[in-house]
């Protein structure tokens, strides 16, 4: 078995940078054709020419996922084999000091956006009955809590939850959805934190003793996107170096 994706075709959220940017070239080289979406497209280009500079093949659309109607428009005369939801915004903001504003921008990026995202791939796929893979990009703090992330830890706890029902639902079309739940991830954006004392102590908490590197969530995006998963749905694949056993 192999993650061949040839000839398959994938959306990915949130894909002008970090994650996102990553897991479209990692999809591209395994030979998907890929759709990297932002609510800038113009952003994209860049990732979109190293894709194709690469012998892979990209193009680029804007997509704010909490608007229904860009999210319709993005669909309607697209079909992806791979939809990958990553988009995602965070608050620092302690619970009693939130507003209702903060909490409604993290929800709607985060859950309500992955939902209309998804809903409307698996409608375009039942439209030709064709089987598909949805990946949903949660995290361990949908599975456990940290101080002062309360909304995007309830985000990403109902973003699991709502992956178990799609999956429950949607398996009678062939269409498979799961979570990918990582860990701390070292990104351009979160590295001078841990090199921080705060951020050290954070990183000896973990029992593998560093911070995940994107590549090693690539092994999980290709099974849950590939043939290689077709019996998985309903998941939620933790990558996160041991984090969510270490000791309380």
């Known amino acids: 078995m192999t993650f061949d994706l040839t000839g398959k075709t994938a959306l990915v959220t949130g894909a002008s940078g970090g994650l996102g ?7 591209a080289e395994a030979g998907a054709s890929v ?15 190293a894709i ?10 804007d997509l704010d ?17 791979i939809t990958v939801n990553n988009a995602g915004v965070q608050s620092t903001t302690p619970a009693l000091d939130l507003d209702p504003a903060e909490w409604d921008h993290v929800l709607d990026t985060n859950l309500k956006g992955a939902f209309l995202v998804a ?15 949805i990946v949903n990009i949660a995290s361990i703090l949908g599975l456990r809590v940290a101080g ?10 109902g973003l699991v939850q709502m992956t178990k029902s799609m ?43 560093r911070l995940g590197q994107e590549s090693d969530l690539d092994g999980a995006l290709l099974l849950l996107a590939s ?7 309903g998941s939620e694949l933790v990558i996160d170096g041991g984090h969510l056993v270490s000791s309380l």
């Open 52 to 61: 194709t500079g690469a012998g892979g093949r990209a193009d680029a659309i």
């Open 167 to 209: 999956a429950l639902e949607w398996a009678r079309y062939g269409i498979r959805v799961n979570a990918l739940c990582p860990g701390y991830i070292e990104t351009p954006l979160n590295r001078d934190f841990f090199a921080t004392d705060a951020g050290k102590a954070l990183v000896k908490r973990i029992p593998q003793r």
């Open 148 to 157: 002062m992330l309360m909304p995007y830890a309830v985000s990403k706890a």
């Open 119 to 133: 809903q409307a791939a698996a409608r375009a796929l039942r439209r030709i009955e064709r089987s598909g893979s």
């Open 21 to 27: 940017a990553h897991f479209a070239a990692v999809l």
């Open 227 to 233: 043939d290689a998963g077709r019996y998985m749905t």
């Open 65 to 81: 996922v909490q608007d229904a109607e860009s999210v319709a428009a993005c669909f309607a005369d697209r079909v992806f084999d």
């Open 35 to 49: 759709t990297l979406a932002a609510r800038r497209g113009d952003v994209l280009c860049e990732r979109v020419e």
